[in-house]
């Protein structure tokens, strides 16, 4: 829409059917999905110009200092979610479900699921594939819209035997490939792939009529997600091989507070400017 006085074009809102539109065999650009967790990291994200922000469960380990994911439960994603959703983005905002939110039966899916949608998202993420699917149903009947998410499954850690790329296999990859359909039919809007061989992928995204959206998978998917503090680089330790660091904010902000402490120190911090006054007459 353009704005009479200014001539300006705003961007439109992105929701779930522009979404489940996007294919690059169709000709679309990539989506692009980036995690967030807070007010200004929605905000950071939203004015770059992404797609979509997750509020994924990797909040646990990219902000709490948790080892896994399996320790956020619906109320700590909730918390997450309200942040991000205050931010009110131009980008969809998905609320990922957090681990035994969804595992017990379809009527507590559905229960913790609008928790979610009530603190701001505007759909939500699973992990699974053909076991998830009367979970996936039951979402739908409640007008929830679900993304779904396959291959390297983080909420599996154990179950997989620890992070390691799936579906290397003829028949890994057969059955991923029947996850995806299975999701796609009973109506995800889209599916991220997580650490699959790029070829794998690729079938994938060729053989679904929604979109892939990639991390760790390769080129070929019709999008790709990153985590915030991955691609900004504000964490410990070495990142995984599929991250792509566009910065070193962490080196940035540990600059920016030394140089404050050494004022501090120094007394050159507050300043007359920064500091206030009575009135003259006292
Ligand atoms: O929680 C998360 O950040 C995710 C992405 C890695 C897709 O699920």
Redesign the pocket.
């Known amino acids: 829409m353009t704005d009479p006085v200014t001539s300006t074009t705003a961007a439109k809102k992105v929701t779930v059917p522009m979404v489940r539109a996007r294919k690059r065999s169709r000709g679309d650009q990539p989506i692009v999905?980036l995690?967030a967790y807070d007010t200004p990291g929605a905000h950071i994200a939203d004015a770059a110009g992404v797609d979509v922000i997750?509020v994924?469960?990797?909040?646990a380990n990219?902000v709490l200092g948790h080892a896994d994911?399996l320790q956020v439960d619906v109320a700590a994603m909730a918390h997450h979610v309200g942040a991000v959703g205050r931010a009110s983005p131009r980008a969809l905002v998905v609320g990922?479900m957090p681990w035994l939110s969804y595992h017990v039966s379809a009527e507590d899916a559905v229960r913790n699921a609008a928790v979610l949608i009530r603190a701001g998202a505007e759909a939500v993420?699973l992990?699974g594939g053909r076991r998830r699917l009367a979970v996936v149903e039951a979402l739908m009947a409640a007008e929830i819209p679900v993304m779904g998410?396959l291959g390297l499954t983080?909420q599996s850690v154990h179950a997989m035997g620890g992070y390691r790329v799936q579906a290397k296999s003829t028949p890994a990859a057969e059955a991923l490939m029947n996850d995806a359909k299975a999701l796609a039919a009973a109506g995800c809007f889209a599916i991220?792939l997580?650490g699959v061989p790029d070829v794998v992928a690729g079938r994938v995204t060729d053989e679904v009529g929604i979109p892939t959206?990639g991390?760790g998978a390769g080129a070929a998917c019709d999008g790709q997600?990153?985590?915030f503090h991955d691609l900004l680089g504000l964490r410990q330790g070495a990142p995984a091989k599929f991250v792509r660091q566009y910065a070193d904010l962490t080196a940035v902000a540990v600059t920016a507070i030394a140089s404050w402490a050494a004022d501090v120190r120094g007394g050159s911090f507050p300043s007359e400017a920064e500091t206030y006054h009575l009135p003259p007459e006292h």
């Open positions: 999905m995690t997750l994924g469960d990797s909040v990219a994911t990922d993420k992990e998410h983080p991220v997580e959206i991390i997600v990153l985590v």
